[in-house]
């Protein structure tokens, strides 16, 4: 019930196109979802991050959407351009705990 | 702030040694984390502490591995003895209570065990 599911493992996009990531959770007590972000040699860093009372939240060209009644979510990057390849994780976290349950990430190729 | 700041940046080390991890959380925040991340498992949670205190290390995968935290501005991430199947990365994180509630993670250490 810890665990978030993230899907794809891998992902090569062309520049341009739109990037897709999904995840799932069953924990109902989760209520912050954030996406991170890493390049290779760093660590992880937050690219944004949605709560569940809201079903998207944009910035730039990253969009969080998230479905409560299926308990999944989802990163989107329109317009995906090379300096986006990296690997993204998804995770979640609950109010009465301060810990973050990782998904096991998307390395995400785009291609120039 | 410089960041989360973890050393070393890499470490090598022979099978049966003891290695010694160590971070210096942003100051003023008062939770601190430590994870490690394989290409198999992604990013696992092995201990956090809440103002030095220990909170939840059911992830600390044996007792081969200690953490310690003495003060608000250091910690450590032992194993003793270290086996090749520790090679990983292992990165320390830190927030502050409340919000926003993100989590700031250092640099991390390539740890080899050969």
């Known amino acids: 019930q810890q665990q978030v599911k993230q899907s794809p493992q891998s992902l090569i996009v062309q520049k341009g196109g739109i990037s897709i990531i999904n995840c799932a959770y069953e924990?109902?007590?989760?209520?912050?979802f954030p996406w991170y972000q890493q390049f290779p040699g760093k660590g992880p860093a937050l690219l944004i991050a949605i709560r569940p009372d809201v079903s998207e939240k944009k910035e730039g060209r990253f969009t969080i959407s998230f479905n409560k009644s299926a308990k999944q979510f989802s990163l989107h990057i329109m317009d995906s351009q090379p300096g986006d390849s990296a690997t993204y994780f998804c995770?979640?976290?609950?109010?009465?705990?301060?810990?973050?349950?990782f998904g096991t990430g998307t390395r995400l190729k785009v291609l120039a | 702030d410089a960041g989360v700041i973890q050393s070393p940046r890499h470490e090598v080390t022979e099978m049966g040694q003891e290695v010694t991890l160590r971070c210096k959380p942003i100051s003023g925040h008062d939770y601190l984390f430590w994870y490690r991340q394989t290409m198999m498992r992604g990013l696992e949670l092995l201990i956090y502490?809440?103002?030095?205190?220990?909170?939840?290390d059911s992830g600390m995968p044996e007792d081969r591995f200690s953490a310690k935290m003495p003060n608000a501005s250091f910690s450590t991430l032992k194993i003793q003895p270290s086996e090749p199947r520790d090679s990983a990365v292992y990165f320390c994180a830190s927030r502050k209570s409340g919000t926003p509630r993100e989590a700031f993670f250092g640099q991390g250490t390539r740890l080899t065990v050969v």
């Open positions: 924990n109902t007590a989760f209520d912050y």
């Open positions: 995770a979640a976290s609950g109010s009465g705990t301060y810990k973050y349950i």
């Open positions: 502490f809440n103002n030095n205190v220990p909170i939840d």
